[in-house]
């Protein structure tokens, strides 16, 4: 049973697209499968600089997922203008494909996003507005700050005539009014969910990641993200991409049924490489989705 779909415009061969942070821009995904078993992919986030990451260790398991701390480790806009597009337009073919964006500002998101919206490979843009690891004042993500999300919305929208997506945080306390304020600004899509903060440590107390505190991610992230879905397509008429603790098909159904358009498979991507392929198939043998 087919599962295809097209929404912002674009046709998806199946709902299911692998999250920003989780295959890179693709190399792995065409290590473990052909381009053609997921849906989509999002990059990881581009920044206008080159960035290095967050000190080691950048990850550690728990019994409900894993915690991490990468700290949006990437190329930098003109690597990946200059290196990953031309990579992916000759090995990823026609798969949709959305540029997730990160930003200490409102300026370099709107550098970024102008950068390279004249280039080809890719569909459209999902920006990074909840990284837990990456947040613009004092701890607080763009998308937990009114002021600060209209005022990066305000600057990207006129940079591109793509579809634009915007990623909330878990932690936001009414994340149906925060999409819709990301809608009135411009936004065609909402993804919800990124990862919510966390700390793990050793009995002294030392964290266990090396920048200490970090996103948790995983199946306990499932409720969490069901329930964010349905409030934000309960907000806004916009497409809505729900991710947060995918492992299965029956997962990524309890989403589409909660109101999302598309899905992201994220850490099970890390447990086992073929997790969206094999997430893919399930919801079309069962007709999940449909």
Not at 248 to 271: E, I, K, M, R
Request: aromatic fraction near 4%; hydrophobic fraction near 45%.
């Amino acid at each position: 049973m087919s599962t295809a779909r097209e929404v912002f415009g674009t046709r998806f061969a199946n709902p299911v697209l692998m999250a920003a942070g989780t295959c890179g821009f693709g190399e792995p995904l065409v290590d473990v499968m052909t381009p053609g078993e997921v849906g989509g992919l999002v990059t990881k986030s581009v920044t206008l600089a080159p960035r290095r990451g967050n000190a080691a260790p950048r990850v550690t398991e728990y019994p409900g997922g894993m915690l991490n701390s990468v700290g949006l480790a990437n190329p930098g806009l003109k690597g990946v203008r200059d290196r990953k597009l031309p990579w992916m337009r000759r090995h990823l073919g026609d798969l949709p494909v959305l540029v997730s964006v990160a930003g200490a500002t409102a300026d370099e998101y709107e550098a970024v996003v102008g950068g390279l919206e004249e280039e080809e490979g890719f569909c459209g843009f999902e920006l990074n507005l909840s990284c837990p690891n990456d947040a613009h004042l004092h701890g607080t993500p763009f998308c937990l700050d009114a002021d600060a999300m209209r005022a990066v919305l305000d600057r990207v929208r006129p940079q591109t005539a793509r579809p634009l997506l915007v990623k909330l945080a878990p932690n936001d306390p009414d994340i149906g009014a925060t999409a819709a304020l990301a809608v009135a600004c411009g936004a065609d899509g909402i993804t919800a969910i990124n990862t919510l903060p966390g700390l793990l440590s050793d009995a002294g107390g030392k964290p266990r990641l090396g920048a200490g505190q970090g996103g948790m991610s995983g199946p306990a992230l499932l409720p969490a993200g069901l329930a964010a879905v349905r409030q934000v397509a309960e907000a806004v008429d916009v497409p809505v991409v729900g991710v947060g603790g995918i492992l299965t098909g029956g997962d990524a159904a309890t989403y589409l049924a909660a109101g999302a358009s598309l899905v992201q498979v994220g850490t099970g991507s890390f447990a086992d490489p073929r997790c969206a392929g094999r997430v893919a198939r399930q919801l079309a043998v069962r007709n999940w989705g449909a």
